[in-house]
């Protein structure tokens, strides 16, 4: 038994219960929970909070592109951050950060304000997810409570997204949108103390040396793309939209260049370039475009042609969160027979078939026959994609590298979310063509999901080309000994 071996099952027996780490599992869902909520939170609120601020058009989308890019553009530079200066303590200074930057756009009274702490809001979130996600790696290693650990963190996402919506619109229609931002307070509060007494730190050993000009490139590139695709929603053809998706593409390709030749890679390409991982970051990717992009025009729908009130409309939303909670878990459970191919392959179907039965919709539709069996299919489809996805892109990590492909994961999902709202968005322009009655309006959406179908389809191929890992090594029951750091 080496020495490294010893020492983490030391830390193991210094833990009070075993069951602290399902405790500890809690408080970094909760926390993963804060930051995908955070990024639709406002979109409910965007309407009140303009006219209060005194928010041009222009600058309203900025409330929203703001937290994104800022995410997108540091979630790298975040994962090293917590393998090299440890993960703990770097979850911790996130989580109060993003709290003040909380409470900042609270109680902000000028529109830079607000954009500005939600551009923190960003930043701190790009240090808070892949942290997070890294002690969950490390608390989870192996064996079935890895695969029942994902599942209810790998769910968050849905949830997250939805509940965002639900939550941003009780909040805008009965409190105030102010709280949008203040409900973020006592969530970090809780995640930070659970965390602060269960969990141990953990870092990477040897060399700790930053790749600044990897950090430069990465943070450029990637906040290039979220912009420009933020940007694309106004018209593909606006060189504010295709010059800085070119512009992030290029960086992105000298980033990858670069990466191959620095001793101390900020991406080590490993991580990304294996063939099971690489199929969970492009199903990440991918995934991303079609819930965050999706669920937009699904709640532009139900408020704008079905006349759903805010909170309502959240409500609305509701089974489909249900679906990915009970699906995951029935995924996670039978995880050791089903091995990643087949409910990663499968699970894009019912993404699709949701999408496909939502262009069915019209000026005339109801919500328990145009939207209901649709969002328990999304929900279904994405709980299958969830679980392994989450395991597959953190498989066989070294330890050193749990952050940075934490952050892979996120960064993965973010983009995508960000192009999927682009891209739909000047669908949906398109074919509406400056109409803006109820059926000009339908017909643009239903066009929107039919893209949708076809983004949800591709996850399937990329599955059942790329994973190839067996089930027994994919479950940990060919004898993987979980290690856990927590006390």
Not at 308 to 333: D, E, H, N, Q, W
Not at 389 to 417: E, P, R, W, Y
Not at 449 to 458: D, M, S
């Amino acid at each position: 038994m080496g020495m490294a071996t010893q020492l983490e099952e030391a830390v193991v027996r210094r833990g009070s219960r075993p069951g602290n780490r399902w405790w500890a599992l809690g408080f970094l869902a909760l926390a993963q929970f804060m930051v995908v909520l955070d990024g639709t939170i406002v979109n409910l609120a965007l309407p009140r909070l303009q006219l209060e601020m005194g928010i041009s058009d222009a600058t309203r989308s900025w409330v929203v592109t703001a937290y994104a890019l800022a995410f997108g553009a540091f979630l790298l530079l975040g994962g090293r951050i917590a393998d090299f200066w440890g993960r703990k303590r770097t979850f911790l200074v996130a989580a109060v950060g993003f709290a003040a930057a909380s409470l900042v756009g609270g109680i902000a009274q000028q529109p830079w304000e607000l954009i500005g702490a939600r551009a923190l809001q960003g930043v701190f979130a790009a240090l808070l997810a892949p942290a997070a996600l890294a002690l969950l790696t490390v608390a989870f290693p192996g064996g079935k409570d890895r695969g029942t650990a994902f599942a209810i963190f790998g769910s968050i996402t849905g949830v997250g997204a939805a509940a965002g919506v639900l939550l941003g619109g009780f909040l805008t229609e009965h409190v105030s949108w102010r709280w949008c931002f203040f409900v973020n307070v006592p969530i970090a509060a809780i995640a930070l103390f659970g965390v602060w007494s269960l969990v141990s730190d953990s870092r990477a050993q040897g060399s700790t040396k930053y790749d600044w000009p990897g950090v430069i490139l990465a943070a450029l590139g990637l906040g290039s793309l979220v912009y420009g695709f933020t940007n694309a929603e106004h018209g593909w053809d606006a060189p504010e939209a295709w010059g800085f998706i070119a512009a992030g593409a290029v960086l992105l390709a000298v980033f990858v260049l670069v990466e191959t030749k620095v001793r101390h890679p900020l991406l080590p390409l490993r991580v990304a370039t294996e063939r099971n991982r690489a199929a969970a970051f492009l199903a990440s990717f991918l995934s991303g475009a079609v819930l965050i992009g999706g669920i937009l025009f699904i709640n532009f729908y139900i408020q704008i042609v079905l006349g759903f009130a805010p909170f309502l409309a959240g409500l609305a939303s509701l089974p489909m969160t249900v679906a990915v909670i009970i699906t995951a878990a029935l995924v996670a459970k039978n995880l050791p027979k089903l091995g990643a191919k087949i409910p990663t392959a499968v699970g894009p179907v019912f993404m699709a078939a949701a999408m496909l039965w939502l262009t069915q919709v019209s000026a005339e539709g109801s919500y328990f026959v145009n939207m209901l069996p649709a969002l328990l299919l999304l929900g279904i489809g994405l709980g299958m994609v969830f679980v392994p996805m989450q395991n597959l892109a953190l498989f066989g990590v070294d330890k050193d590298d749990s952050g940075v492909a934490s952050a892979l994961v996120n960064a993965s999902q973010q983009i995508g979310g960000s192009l999927g709202i682009a891209l739909f968005s000047t669908i949906a322009a398109a074919a509406t063509a400056g109409g803006v009655t109820l059926a000009a309006l339908s017909a643009g959406y239903a066009l929107v999901f039919l893209w949708a179908a076809g983004v949800a389809i591709l996850i399937a191929p990329v599955a059942l080309l790329l994973i190839n890992i067996d089930r027994e090594t994919f479950t940990g029951s060919a004898g993987d000994t979980p290690v856990v750091h927590l006390g």
